[in-house]
């Protein structure tokens, strides 16, 4: 469970960073940030990144976890980012 953990927060990392540059930028918060459905898509992209920490097995090295939690946001966006080019272009 702690493993578990460990990912889903560097999935939830990811996001304070974003937010955190916003606000130093003073910039208008994103429209997409008030509405629940992109909050319930980032409860489960932390999720999927726990996940994957415990369908790898990795128990006891808190930092791989965190840092595939990490990389799982990224990943995501780009596979978005390839569907959408792909469907415009299909």
């Known amino acids: 469970m702690e493993s578990f953990l460990w990912g889903a927060a560097g999935s939830v990392a990811v996001e304070i960073l974003i937010a955190c ?3 130093e930028k003073e910039a208008p918060t994103p429209s997409h940030y008030s509405k629940p459905g992109f909050w319930i898509l980032r409860v489960l992209v932390a ?11 990795i128990v006891d090295q808190p930092l791989l976890s965190i840092h595939i ?8 966006a780009g ?3 390839e569907i959408r080019n792909v469907a415009r272009s299909g």
């Open 47 to 57: 999720a999927v990144a726990g996940s994957l920490v415990v369908a790898h097995h």
């Open 79 to 81: 596979l978005a980012e």
């Open 69 to 76: 939690g990490i990389a799982t946001p990224a990943i995501f």
């Open 21 to 23: 540059r916003l606000y």
